[in-house]
């Protein structure tokens, strides 16, 4: 069953309206659902609905709720990956699994490294980024949909590390703390987690001294190197492993 998204305004006593044109469209000439079909339906903020539909035209569908329940698939663990801008065509890769795996949000971020033709049109990235997020979101039910947020350079990145509990940064030239060293050794279980990806080349010996005395961990994700659009699940699924199933 397909997982469709709507706003809480969109809810209203025992009824749910689905107004997006994407959506509708998918419904009427993807699925070919109609009167009676089951849909199933996210407030993007707590709840997950069963519903049924009871009346659908261009422009309106209109379901009944059958079920509520508090979302059963989404982490409660909220991580955002601060992934530096890769070449043409991986940020996709990056997207779809780390959305896949429970990543909260995506932050791109332009460091020294980085090598894009565009650096002052990103608008239209964003945007289909953002497209790309909603989908993978759509195939694995999860509950809400991770933001793909804003560009911004690397030293406004290393700014908001204040916010997180627990700032990952796995590093190729770390050889004596690896992630499960360091996620094992956590008294607590942290609610807010980042973690910092460079993109191909890797960070700069000035940029990881930077996350260093900005409080973030150095990590090893094990023997060999991976690469950007690799590195990123890899520290997603571990983390999600140690801490998610605490």
Known sequence: MSRFFVDSTDIKDNVISITDQEDIRHILKVLRLGPGDT????????????TEIITIDKNLIETKILDKQKFAREPELKITLFQGIPKQGKMETIIQKNVELG????????????????????????????????????????????EIKKEIQFQDAVKELGQYDLVLFPYENEENYSIKACLRSLQA??????????????????????????????????????????????????????????
């Open 39 to 50: 849909v199933d339906i996210s407030d993007s903020a707590e709840f997950e609905y069963q």
């Open 103 to 146: 990543v909260y949000s995506i932050i791109p971020v332009f460091t020294h490294r980085t090598v894009v033709t565009d650096k002052g049109s990103f608008c239209k990235k964003i945007e289909r980024w953002q497209k790309i997020s909603d989908e993978a979101v759509k195939q694995c039910k999860r509950g809400i949909i991770p």
């Open 189 to 246: 279980k942290p609610q807010k987690v980042a973690i910092f990806i460079g993109p191909e080349g890797g960070f700069s010996d000035a940029e990881a001294d930077a996350l260093i005395a900005a409080g973030a961990v150095s990590v090893s994700l094990g023997r060999t190197v991976l690469r950007t659009e690799t590195a990123g699940m890899a520290a997603i699924a571990m983390v999600m492993y140690e801490l998610e199933l605490w």
